[in-house]
């Protein structure tokens, strides 16, 4: 992904308020950190970059002392104060020491470190060189451990040319001799490295993924790099299918419960994966429901009364009880209800 493109996701995030961290994964010299001092410019907010290999716990949790017999830890002097916004950059974070990552631990996912809060309106991002585990050698740095890379949305840099050039002639106030060199010699810019990205789907990947949707941050051009970089490259590519308006779904429990007359046809159609994926979503949808409405109630039966026996059996069998209770005022599904129940 492009570092303009990175910077465009991260500013829609803090402009939401979307507190999903990012990893940057790059070579060397390819805009990781500047980039995030030009967002904390751009959106107006603080900027806390921290240098992790140059930091030891103590700097992270703040040094104890004691009030009557009791030990408290003194807010480190970066630590953002009440009221304020801000970006905290933790860079280098493969390079810091065993202690200062596992540090940062709590930072990244619960936004506090020890006793101290991170106050709204603060992102957690950060930047490592690539390791021996995504297919390069080039760094003396350590693997991050699938527990910490969980805790991110994982975003492998790609070195573009011409986003070096614009900053060249604008910001960076680089000569035009060199500017105009690198434009004409563009392969002497950037040595090409792969990058594999090891990310695998978790539960909490999956809370992240539903907060960049909620709040739109995801521009569709960039949806492979960033689910990839949540879910995995697998899981990405099937959610991207999924999120597709042509792609055809099992009938949802909300759909089933709300307006089952409406999707009678189609569940009648499913296939068994088709209509075991409609029942699971029901039984998720009816375990927190402790009560239903007539209109609810009667969709819900029907729906029971026409899929396959052992659809039935799936459904009746992992619904909650107080749901089969309200199953059992209809005489039509009340016999098959016990032979499950009484299994």
């Known amino acids: 992904m492009k570092i303009n493109d990175i910077k465009t996701f991260i500013k829609a995030c803090v402009a939401n308020n979307v507190t999903v961290p990012s990893l940057l994964v ?42 009557e017999g009791v030990t408290h830890y003194a807010r480190p002097e970066w630590f953002p104060k009440e009221g304020t916004k801000g970006i905290i950059f933790l860079d280098e974070l493969n390079r810091a020491p065993t202690d200062v990552r596992q540090a940062v631990f709590q930072l990244v996912l619960d936004r506090r470190i020890h006793t101290h809060k991170l106050p709204e309106g603060w992102f957690v991002h950060a930047a490592i060189n690539p390791s ?45 001799t060199v500017s105009e060199f690198v434009n004409t010699n563009r392969a002497l810019l950037f040595k090409p490295e792969e990058i594999k990205l090891n990310v695998q789907p978790t539960p909490d990947s999956y809370r992240m993924l539903d907060q960049l949707l909620k709040y739109k941050v995801v521009a569709k051009e960039h949806q492979m790099e960033i689910f990839k970089g949540l879910i995995g490259k697998e899981a990405g590519v099937a959610f991207i299918k999924w999120l597709d308006t042509n792609y055809i779904k ?48 009667k969709n819900l039966v029907q729906f029971v ?20 209770m309200l199953l059992f005022k209809d005489q039509r599904v009340s016999k098959l209800l016990m032979s499950i129940v009484e299994q």
């Open 132 to 176: 021996g585990d995504m297919g390069n050698e080039n760094y003396q740095v350590e693997t991050l451990d699938p527990a910490m890379l969980r805790r991110f949305c994982v975003l492998a840099v790609d070195p573009d040319v011409d986003t070096w050039l614009a900053w060249a002639k604008g910001a960076g106030k680089i000569d035009n």
């Open 250 to 297: 099992p009938v949802s429990g909300t759909q089933i419960l709300g307006e089952y007359e409406k999707w009678a046809t189609k569940v009648k159609k499913q296939q068994t994966a088709e209509n075991y994926a409609t029942t699971m979503d029901l039984v998720a949808l009816c375990t927190d429901k402790k009560t239903m409405t007539d209109s609810e109630l």
């Open 26 to 67: 790059g070579t060397m010299g390819c805009g990781k950190s500047q980039s995030m001092a030009q967002v904390a410019q751009e959106a107006g907010i603080q900027l806390v970059d921290l240098r992790l290999a140059q930091q030891e716990a103590g700097d992270l949790i703040g040094l104890p002392y004691q009030i």
């Open 305 to 324: 009364l026409d899929i396959p026996k052992e659809s039935q059996a799936a459904l009746i069998g992992k619904l909650p009880i107080h749901t089969r």
